[in-house]
């Protein structure tokens, strides 16, 4: 079982910055693919950025490419969105997740492959 807490939301003009932290207990947290998902009113939920088990792999949805960075600390359990210039269309509720996926399903997108979820948080960024 992991719990996922996350912090680090708020209300942020455009072109500023945030970072999210995502706390997870227990002892295997290394064990587990990590990522960040956002879901705004109205909208599917979508991967925003994944992060391999060791941190060597990284994804970024198209949209924030450039802008957000992911990582962890293993040692620290916890994983990190570091999210720069950002844009009215970045808000939302934004989650951390945490799957035991296999390589195989690395390319895969679905909120379905994710075994724990945290609360959320929310983003707002005014024009």
């Known amino acids: 079982q992991v719990q996922l807490v996350e912090s680090g939301g708020g209300l942020v003009q455009a072109g500023g910055s945030l970072r999210l932290s995502c706390a997870a207990s227990?002892?295997?947290?290394?064990?587990?693919?990590m990522a960040w998902f956002r879901q705004a009113p109205g909208k599917e939920r979508e991967n925003v950025a994944s992060?391999?088990?060791?941190?060597?792999?990284?994804y970024y949805v198209d949209s924030v490419k450039g802008r957000f960075t992911i990582s962890r600390d293993n040692a620290k359990n916890t994983v990190y969105l570091q999210m720069n210039s950002l844009k009215p269309e970045d808000t939302a509720f934004y989650y951390c997740?945490?799957?035991?996926?296999?390589?195989?399903?690395?390319?895969?997108?679905?909120?379905?492959?994710?075994?724990?979820w945290g609360q959320g948080t929310q983003v707002t960024v005014s024009s």
């Open positions: 227990g002892r295997t947290f290394s064990k587990y693919v």
């Open positions: 992060i391999s088990r060791a941190g060597s792999n990284t």
């Open positions: 997740a945490a799957g035991d996926i296999s390589a195989a399903d690395w390319g895969r997108r679905n909120p379905e492959l994710y075994n724990y």
